[in-house]
């Protein structure tokens, strides 16, 4: 017998030999076929046999899969359906599961489900096979450059014709992305800044790419970006940066990064907020008037002449009333005048208002004081 039944494999009997024996025929041909036996019930690793039975695994995992792409195929921990999609197609008394797939096509279902013993097991297996909605990423420094980097992803991009509602499941862990020494990305120093990680679908190869969020670029996933390739010279907050310049790409909001560095540039504090996104999250939270309150400052906090900045993250609502005098109040943001007034008299109060985009800067002038400033933030 090649094998005990455990696993272990042992010679047969008159092995090992002792010096000086002579070797026969019998010994040689039962022992080399005993062998043969034993070679004949082991996998072949460029799988010319298969398993005769269930193979456990004692308690391993199978690492490195290729991704299922056809019915029979095993399927990756990120190739699992979405909780959203399983529990949309298996809601209902009497709901027809005929739409859950794995990705890539593995593994449909036909059945029809109408009794609770059923609808438990497929609400179990909603949750059980549901993978993560937040995209896991991380953001480091070193040497003055920071490094963005996201695990393996399973994303679903729009057609990048426009006129087109198909979409593409690209599964891939990207490559990290540097933002060298001196590549401010539109950053400000001693300024809150928020780093929005982009996800492109470079012809089914997922890239990273990073955008301030002061610069207003559209991100809604709705269109497609170009990008410019990152160097140690990328210093505006409306540019998409990435590794390798790409032209007219569809592309998914993974996530953020909040810092403050002290001399813009130069990547020396390690980020205050990592966040992963799923779905449109960014626009929602980056919505106006989303989890904001109104508040008032006062004349210490808000100075005329004086620059502050929206690091909340999200647009905020500005607006302010100079006391009645003579001369000219302006508002100004990111450099441009979005509003003045002129007092001429005791009743010549005028109300200037105005949305700051997020990392956007912003700066009241009056001749005197003013009578209110309250933010929407």
Do not use: C, H
């Not at 420094?141 to 990048?160: C, G």
């Not at 410019?228 to 790409?249: F, G, H, K």
């Not at 508002?331 to 997020?358: D, E, F, H, M, R």
Request: aromatic share 6%.
């Amino acid at each position: 017998m090649a094998r005990n039944g455990s696993g272990t494999y042992s010679l047969p009997a008159g092995n090992p030999v002792t010096g000086g024996t002579t070797i026969s025929s019998t010994w040689a041909n039962n022992t080399l076929s005993d062998i043969g036996t034993a070679l004949t019930g082991s996998l072949a690793k460029d799988g010319q046999t298969v398993p005769t039975n269930n193979l456990p695994m004692g308690g391993f995992k199978l690492t490195g899969l290729a991704a299922g792409s056809a019915n029979g195929e095993s399927v990756r921990f990120e190739q699992l359906p979405t909780l959203a999609s399983l529990g949309a197609a298996a809601s209902g008394a009497n709901a027809d599961i005929s739409a859950l797939n794995f990705a890539g096509g593995v593994a449909t279902t036909t059945q029809a489900v109408g009794d609770n013993s059923t609808k438990v097991a497929t609400t179990a297996f909603v949750q059980a096979a549901s993978p993560i909605q937040i995209q896991p990423i991380s953001a480091s420094v070193n040497a003055s450059a920071l490094t963005i980097t996201a695990s393996a992803l399973t994303l679903d991009f729009r057609s990048t014709t426009l006129g087109s509602g198909t979409v593409t499941r690209v599964t891939g862990a990207p490559a990290s992305l540097v933002v060298p020494s001196t590549a401010t990305l539109g950053t400000v120093s001693a300024t809150q800044s928020r780093l929005a990680v982009l996800a492109l679908n470079n012809a089914g190869t997922v890239e990273l790419a990073v955008v301030n969020i002061a610069g207003g670029n559209d991100l809604t996933e709705t269109g497609l970006i170009s990008t410019t390739a990152i160097s140690a010279a990328a210093a505006s907050a409306s540019v998409v940066y990435s590794t390798t310049a790409r032209t007219n790409v569809a592309y998914r909001v993974i996530g953020y990064v909040e810092s403050t560095q002290a001399t813009a540039g130069t990547w020396a504090t390690a980020p205050s907020t990592i966040q992963g996104y799923g779905g449109q999250a960014l626009a929602a939270m980056s919505s106006l008037g989303y989890g904001q309150t109104w508040q008032s400052f006062t004349s210490v906090q808000r100075a005329s002449g004086t620059t502050y900045y929206n690091t909340t993250g999200r647009p905020i609502y500005v607006a302010f009333s100079p006391n009645s005098n003579t001369g000219t109040s302006t508002l100004v943001v990111n450099g441009i005048t979005v509003g003045s007034t002129s007092q001429g008299s005791a009743n010549g109060n005028g109300q200037l208002t105005a949305v700051v985009p997020s990392g956007g800067s912003y700066v009241g002038t009056w001749s005197s004081a003013f009578a209110f400033w309250a933010e929407l933030r």
